[in-house]
Every structure is written in C-alpha cells, then in structure tokens.
C-alpha cells in the first residue's frame, strides 16, 4: 500500500490554484482550499500564504534601518520572531534568515580581523552548513521559491488542476442553491409576518416592532441629521434667488464618469492610430540620430519663439561706478596708512570692508568617522548566543561597548545623528578683546530686553500723541470739461490700446466680416433652396432662343451668369460632407454694387407691375399665379431620349410612353429605397421600443384589469348603498316587534312566576296537613314493640 505525505516543495501550478483559492473562500477556511491541493495540508496552505504568497510580503532588499531594528529586538526579545516580524515588516522566516546572515557576516570579519584564516583548506562555512544534503527533506517549504512546471505533468497533477478548475469556475453549486434558498424562505418569511402584523393592525391589535440592534434605524430615522434652532427665518432672499433648472436630463454614464477599462481602451484605439498614420508617413518609431537632430530642431525654434529680453534702465552710470571705486581705493590705502602706524585707537576706529575675500567658497568640513552600529550589535548578539550557561559560572561574555549602539530605552533602535561643524559660525568676541565667551553680555538679558521694547512702546506712543488732530473738511473738485471745439482738435490718445482690447476689436471685426460674406451668398444657399445635382450647361445656355436679337443676347448672358454662380456654389458649398474647391473662380461685388443691383431689378418689377410701389393692387395673386405655374409646368414633359424637358406637343406618342415609363422606373425605386429605409427603421424601432410595447401592453392588461375590478367594485358599493337604505327603514320595525315580544314574555314570565308562588304555598300547605295526619294515625295505632 502506497502511504502520501502530504507536504515537500511547493509547484507552480499549487500557487496558483492556492491564488486563486483565496480569492473565492478567502483566508479563513484553509481545510476547503487545501482540499483543492491534494499533497497540501491546512497548516502548509496557510503558511505558504503568510510566509510567500501575500502581495504584502516585502521581498526586497534589506535596508541599514531595517537591520538595527531587526539586531535590537533581537536583543530585547531573543527567538521570538513572530513577535518581531511584523515590527520590522517582514515574515518570520526571513526575520530569522537575516539573522543568521548578519551573525555569519560578523564572524567573517572578525576571523578576519583576527587573521584566524590559514594557509591550509578552510572548513565549512555556516552557509555550506545549513544547505540541504542529497537525500535530506527541507523542513520549511514554504518560505522558498515554486519550482516550475514540468512539460509532461503527471496524471494526478493533471486530475487536481482540473478538478481546481472546475470547482473555482463552479458559481451554481449547492451552496449557492442553498444560499438563494434560504434567502427564500427569509423572504418568505419577513412577508408573512409583515401580513400578520396589517391583519392584526385591522383587527385593532398593534404590535410593537421589536429592534434588533441598538444603533441606528435607518428607515426612521436621519443619519447626521442637524436641526435648526426653534424660530423664524427671514425666507425673502431665498424665494428671489433663482431657481436653477436642468436644461437637458443629465446621464448617468455622464455622473459616474467613466470606467477606467474605457478610458484605456480609448487610449489604446488612439495610440494605434498615431502608430498607424506614423507608418503611413514613413516616420520611424525612434532612430537615435534622428531624435537628436528633432531635437536640435526644436531647440532652434524654441529660441526663435522666444521674446526679446528687455531689461530696465541701469540705475548706476559709468562715472558713479568710478567714483565707487575711487571710495574703496581710498579706504583701503587708509587701512594700509593706520596698520602701518603703531596706534592702536587708529586702527580699532578703522574696519576692513573689503569684499574680495568674502566671496570664496568655504570648504565643507568632513563629518567623524563612525563606527558600523548593525556589525557591533551583530557581534554582541553572536557573542551572548555563543555563551556558556550561567550555571557554570565566571565572567560574563566581554561586549563591544559604545555611545553608538542602538541601547534598551524602547522597541525602535537609538540614533545618534552625526554632527556636521559649522565653519561660518563667528566666535563670541568684541572688538576690544574683552567678550571671550564666558561673561554675560549686557544686552542680551531678558530685563534689559524689556526695559528696550518699554522704551520703544513709550517713544510710539508720544509720536501718536504729537499728532494734529483731524479737521474732517473735504473739498472736492470736478475736472473741467472740454469743449467741443478743443475735443475735435485734440491729437490722438498717445495711450497704448490694452491687448483684451484690441482682441475684442479684432474678433468684433472677423464677425462682421463673416456676416458679411455670409450676406453675399446667394439667396438659393441662404435659404437651403434645393439645387440641381449636376448643371446642364447645353440646357441653359441653349434656352436662349428669343427671336430678336438685344433680347437674345440678354438672355445669354443671364445664363452664363447663371451657370457661373450654379458652378461657384456647388464647388463652394458641396453636397453632405464633399470638400470645397478654390478652383471655379466667381466676380466679386461690393456691397454698394450689389445694393445698387437690387435698387434696379425692385425698380424694373414695379414698372412690370404697373405701379411705383408694392402695394396690395400691384402684387399679384398668388392663387394666379400657382395656377398659371401649373399649368406651365404641366406644359412640359421629360424626354429620356433628349435628357431635357421639352413641350408636351412637341413629341410623340412613343416618347411620350417612354417618359411615363421613366418616371414609372424612377418611382418604382425610391419606392424600393422608401421601403427598405422603413424597414430598417421599423427594425431598429422595434429593437428600441420593444420593451417598451411589451410593458405598454403589460400596463393596457392591467389598466383593463383595474377598470374590471373598479366596475365590480362599483356594482357592489351601489347593491350595499340599497341595502343599507332598506335597513335602515327595517331596524326599526324589526327593534319595535323585538320589543313587544320581549314585553310579553316578561308579562307571561310574571304570570307564571305568580301562578308557581301560588302553588308552592298550596303544596306546603298539603304537606304539613299530611305530616299531620300521619302523626295522629301513629298516636292511635302505637306500633308493636
């Protein structure tokens, strides 16, 4: 029989289904993950979470600070590293391991200190000691690295992924069932008391609702709830404040902003797009010569952008600087006349001013060597640990003593921060030499300190006093205004234009620049008039078929123009999306030009009309003139053979049947286009509105429901109205028939009553005359003895 202990090196595949484990039945039910691990126990799958797993671990390297900190509890709180881990911040097992490296490294440097190391072969190192031996179990698995995943994974491995997998992709299991189930029934169960409860509140019987807990009840009452104080509020400036009103109804997607999957997935779609146009331009993604020269490039416009550096006007001139310097050469031969006299008053009342030495740079002292706290306490600790045991008695182990050491005060390590001398600082002397350093200067008493603000406080104080006393007259005066004779002569303002003023005056003009192109248009574009897909040149200009000569030639150049402007707007105002063109090229009017144009053709229509103005009598009606339009348009015919529209009587009877088959074909297509466009939007109608037709019918079921029920309802409140009329006329008779029973049975009951008192007195009456008898016929005939 094969035995399997449970336990050895942890896989690749065991950490991640122990993953993902604990992501589902978290870290409290470690006998269901472990049972998803079949050569793994509770105790090792919780401890290759604490000692491995956990994000939180910090498997980097260890810091100075960390290493003292680890060394003092160490000495505070000798092998109780679960105590010690989670103050230092990392796991027990690394705790300990660090331990024993820092030991080591300490016993190195002082073998080497020592000069313990022979010429001869070395022994073993505590390293070579601890490493495992072929043949020897590790006994602590869990805090080493997974071993990776063989290619050919055995059948057992292969059985318990699978079956990992199946259990953590299983969300409709039977505790899941049974969750729902008993959600259930709780639902159940809150509604049937919630009935009971209205049932016995109709009935008059109230029950009180008894709390579960004693916080807060949310339904009845206010979380952080701050009542204002009892009284009246002047509410006049709250009803004038205006109400803001949601201009449009806001989105939820809009408040909640968006998801940051979203907002990747957008920055992913654009950063392809940009690697996209780059390949179509030919640009390359990073080529180190070609980003220098970009650079260089920027740089040099970079420079070019930048402004002029206008600098103020000196403030010291030429011969001011000379003098300044004459100054200080005089001071200096000075000083040199009084050091080379033997006076000392001369010499104290003299000072050196000269900033030439002032301006080196002070060389920056070095900080005092210091000794290596985390080596010292490492050797403290491997001497106590190497120690023999008190019992035997004898000195104690020599430790390494020193103000630097990390000390017993607390749990965190001492620290002596080093002290860096300042050079700067200036000895405490006077210039007499009679301040050394250990007298007490004047000043610098606290009296002689108080004594100093007091006087200070008492000279502002009669400075204040000294003051005249205000007079409080004003005397305002107007600047005189200009007259308009001076105003029209004055020169032009010499003050500089502000530059939001001068951009508001620019962006007033690029408008009415832009009003004013967009009044030159054609009144076609200006009021979205349709206009022909394609111009028929031929078409226009050979309509021109007058018979007299001035008004042919009229009519021509009306068509050229007319086909000019039709050319300029459809390559200047395209159809949908097309682009515009600059190259159809249109003669330009000025504005007066066109007004004059305008003045003309209103004063040519007026004498067409037989009038001076538009007036009622003088326009036509508009009824003639639809009529005289139909029957003009109705005039003509298309001619698919021609491609143009001629007269009715100038073709026959076969284009004639041709054009009615035209326009048979061409209806028959936009009747095909109609169709599927309304399908397709009959479609997508249907899709966006099916939910609500179906809870449109939904509601139609109800409502007929509800007006079935309100007419029944109302059916029985009339029949209980009629019965309620007919009973209040029947109580009382019913009340009145009642009452005279009543009446006579309680006369018949008195009746009786007298009657049964009779014949109780009657039967007692007989009864003692038959007592009577029977004791006189027993004194006659005395019984035998």
Known sequence: MRVLIKGGVWKNTEDEILKAAVMKYGKNQWARISSLLVRKSPKQCKARWYEWLDPSIKKTEWSKEEDEKLLHLAKLMPTQWRTIAPIVGRTASQCLERYQQLLDEAELKEGADLGLTGVGDTGPSADDVRRLRPGEIDPDPETKAARPDPVDMDEDEKEMLSEARARLANTQGKKAKRKAREKQLEEARRLAALQKRRELKAAGIDIRIKKKSKGMDYNADIPLEKKPAPGFYDTTEEKERPVQRMGSRLDLQKLEGKRRADVEAEERKKDAKKQKQRKENGETSFVPGGSMQLNKLNEAQQLTRRKKLLLPSPQVGESELEEIVKIGIAGENARSIADESNVDATRGLLGTYSTIQSGLAARTPRTPAAADTVMMEARNLRALSSAQTPLLGGENTPLIQSATGTGFQGATPRHAPAQTPNPLLTPLRSASGASTGFTTPGRGTPRAEKMRLASVRKQVSLGLANL????????????????????????????????????????????????????????????????????????????????????????????????????????????????????????????????????????????????????????????????????????????????????????????????????????????????????????????????YQARSEALVEKLSAAYEELDQVTIELSSFRNLNILEKVAIPQRIHSIQSQVHHLTNRETELQKQYANLNVERQDIQERINQLQAHNQANHPVEA
Do not use: C
């Not at 951009?503 to 009021?527: F, G, M, N, P, W």
């Not at 068509?559 to 600059?582: C, I």
């Open 468 to 691: 005249p006393a205000p007079k409080n007259e004003f005397e305002i005066r107007l600047p005189e205004e200009a007259s308009d004779d001076t105003s029209g002569s004055m020169a032009p303002s010499t003050i500089e234009e502000d530059a939001a003023d001068a951009d508001k005056r620019r962006k007033e003009l690029r408008l009415a620049q832009k009003q004013a192109e967009l009044k030159r248009r054609t009144q076609v574009i200006q009021r979205q008039l349709p206009r022909p897909m394609s111009i028929n040149v031929e078409g226009i200009l050979g309509a021109a078929q007058d018979e007299e000569e001035l008004l042919r030639q009229a009519q021509k150049l009306i068509s050229e123009e007319l086909v000019s402007v039709l050319a300029y707007d459809q390559a200047k105002f395209p159809f949908g999306n097309g682009q515009t063109s600059k190259r159809v090229n249109l003669e330009q009017f000025t504005d007066d030009e066109l007004h004059e144009a305008r003045a003309l053709i209103k004063q040519e229509t007026d004498q067409l009309l037989g009038g001076n103005g538009n007036t009622e009598s003088t326009i036509p009606d508009m009824d003639a003139f639809e009529e005289a339009w139909q029957r003009t348009y109705g005039s003509y015919i298309y001619a698919p053979s021609l491609e143009k529209y001629v007269k009715f009587e100038d073709v026959g009877e076969g284009e004639r049947i041709a054009s009615m088959r035209d326009i048979l074909e061409k209806s028959r297509k936009k009747m095909g286009k109609e169709a599927a466009r309304a399908a397709k939007v009959e479609k997508k109608l249907n899709v966006v509105l099916g939910g």
